[in-house]
Nanobody, 118 residues
Framework: QVQVVESGGGLVQPGGSLTLSCAAS????????MGWYRQAPGQQRELVAT???????NYTDSVKGRFTISRDNAKNTVYLQMNSLKPEDTAAYFC????????????WGQGTQVTVSS
């Protein structure tokens, strides 16, 4: 019953910035850790960043210093501010959330495309 929906993807030039948003909606008890993952064509899906409900953050090394993950618990929304974008950041970006509704369920969004190209 819970779903997450990403928005904010698009085309940006190298060195540019983009902000992604992901909102969780539906019946739920608790939304725990939320995160961003990305998948380029022909590649496996990889972790970009995660943030716990209490604000503990982890980034993959390739985005440290460039990306910032944040969340608004009142809105059940997680954000990814992406700066100094590189062509290798091009991928479909997916939001993930752990939902606690009697059991723990991992919920994925549909993805939003980020393309970094001149």
């Amino acid at each position: 019953q819970v779903q997450v929906v990403e928005s904010g993807g698009g085309l940006v030039q190298p060195g540019g910035s983009l902000t992604l948003s992901c909102a969780a909606s539906g019946s739920m008890f608790v939304i725990g850790t939320m995160g961003w993952y990305r998948q380029a064509p022909g590649q496996q899906r990889e972790l970009v960043a995660t943030i716990t409900r209490g604000g503990n953050i982890n980034y993959t090394d390739s985005v440290k210093g460039r990306f910032t993950i944040s969340r608004d618990n009142a809105k059940n929304t997680v954000y990814l501010q992406m700066n100094s974008l590189k062509p290798e950041d091009t991928a479909a970006y997916f939001c993930n959330a752990f939902v606690y509704d009697g059991s723990r369920t991992s919920v994925w969004g549909q993805g939003t495309q980020v393309t970094v190209s001149s």
